[in-house]
């Protein structure tokens, strides 16, 4: 059976900004990887005139189209309220909803212990996915969602971006032009500052690279949780990075 791969992100174009490279990788890889995005972005731009309604609605067929360049296998919309992620029972739930659908092997979002980080989403997306990970793995947590047909989940493997202390590095030589192609797909949010953009993406994968023997690369930290005995055949170098 493959493998699949969550992701849990705040905002529509987090996942193709910070591992755009390592997602395609993945996909081409065979991993089913599903994207679940908290919010709209709905207040991402810098025009008054600007209706958040229509950009929200802009920002989904933005993240529908850097679905099909990444691979993704599905996009789950939470639809709450760009800015105002916090850490509440309501996001909590919303989010144990979706890996007792998705049933992910990993894990992927944002360090939430990454000093200065400055947008409280990211911090707020980080925290609750790591916490909603552990609700989806006991029935006492929601116990609605399994009456409703859901089955427990336990996810083994978890990869922080947006890190500070990085200890696990993706090759993304061969998908970083790519990556950037899905990122383009958010007009609304990179067209103006387009090549700056590019450029300084470009030189974090290449450190990121310098740092790990590759071209270029994308950073993660990794958390392997081990859950119950530990199978003898569990090959723990085998499913490092
Ligand atoms: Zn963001």
């Given at each position: 059976m493959g493998k699949v791969a969550l992701a849990v992100c705040a905002h529509p174009d987090d996942l193709e900004f910070f591992c755009g490279g390592s997602t395609i990788a993945m996909a081409r890889d065979g991993w089913d990887v599903f994207l679940a995005i908290a919010t709209d972005g709905d207040r991402g731009a810098h025009d008054l005139a600007v209706s958040r309604e229509s950009l929200a609605a802009q920002r989904r067929e933005e993240s529908r189209r850097a679905g099909q360049t990444l691979g993704l296998s599905g996009i789950v919309f939470l639809g709450k309220e760009d800015g105002e992620l916090y850490l509440d029972p309501s996001l909590r739930s919303d989010l144990t909803r979706v890996y007792r659908k998705v049933q992910p092997d990993r894990l992927?979002?944002?360090?939430?212990?990454?000093?200065?980080?400055?947008?409280?989403?990211?911090?707020?997306?980080?925290?609750?996915?790591?916490?909603?990970?552990?609700?989806?793995?006991?029935?006492?947590?929601?116990?609605?969602?399994?009456?409703?047909?859901?089955?427990?989940?336990?996810?083994?493997?978890?990869?922080?971006?947006?890190?500070?202390?990085?200890?696990?590095?993706?090759?993304?030589?061969?998908?970083?032009?790519?990556?950037?192609?899905?990122?383009?797909?958010?007009?609304?949010?990179?067209?103006?500052?387009?090549?700056?953009?590019?450029?300084?993406?470009?030189?974090?994968?290449?450190?990121?690279?310098?740092?790990?023997?590759?071209?270029?690369?994308?950073?993660?930290?990794?958390?392997?949780?081990?859950?119950?005995?530990?199978?003898?055949?569990?090959?723990?170098?085998?499913?490092?990075?």
């Open positions: 992927i979002t944002f360090d939430p212990w990454r000093r200065y980080e400055l947008h409280p989403d990211h911090r707020a997306i980080g925290f609750a996915a790591l916490d909603a990970r552990l609700a989806a793995r006991l029935p006492l947590y929601y116990a609605d969602q399994l009456r409703d047909g859901l089955r427990v989940c336990t996810v083994r493997e978890i990869l922080l971006f947006n890190t500070d202390e990085p200890d696990c590095y993706v090759d993304i030589t061969g998908t970083f032009d790519a990556k950037l192609s899905a990122l383009a797909e958010h007009r609304s949010q990179w067209e103006s500052i387009w090549d700056d953009t590019a450029r300084s993406l470009r030189q974090e994968a290449e450190r990121a690279g310098r740092a790990s023997g590759h071209v270029m690369a994308e950073a993660f930290k990794r958390i392997f949780v081990p859950m119950g005995p530990v199978s003898a055949d569990w090959d723990l170098e085998e499913e490092g990075c």
